[in-house]
């Protein structure tokens, strides 16, 4: 099982209180889940800016200019695609040891 949560949790943002709890409490039911359903496996993802339709209703320059803002402020220097965590979503499915954890798919984003 893969649970989807948010960098929020590690480097909330002023008016993201609401979403950086939410974010925590997945990570923590996450940890819970593995002890409660062992031997399924229980990871979850956390990500940052992904670059997917959720915001398709912005204008579209308006869209580039805060995709491009933002990665400008990562380590990584871009945005996040979908594909960036369908792989890692993969990955945590096909390793058999892998279970309890957190990654994040964030570019750098809690590091900043």
């Known amino acids: 099982m893969v649970l989807v949560a948010g960098a929020y949790s590690q480097q909330p ?14 990570e923590g039911l996450g940890r819970a889940l593995v002890v409660e359903l062992s031997p399924i496996r229980v990871n979850v ?7 997917t339709p ?3 209703f912005l204008p579209e320059k308006q869209r580039t ?3 491009e803002t933002a990665a400008r402020t990562l ?3 871009r945005i996040a695609q ?3 965590v369908a792989q890692t979503i993969l990955y945590l499915m096909r390793n ?3 279970t309890g954890n957190t990654l994040f798919i964030d570019g750098g984003l809690t590091l900043r």
């Open 65 to 67: 200019e805060m995709f």
């Open 45 to 51: 993802v956390s990500l940052g800016l992904v670059d």
């Open 54 to 56: 959720r915001f398709d």
């Open 96 to 98: 058999p040891h892998a």
């Open 82 to 84: 979908p594909e960036d």
């Open 75 to 77: 380590p990584a220097k």
């Open 13 to 26: 943002e002023p008016g993201a209180a609401v979403q950086a709890s939410i974010n925590i409490a997945i």
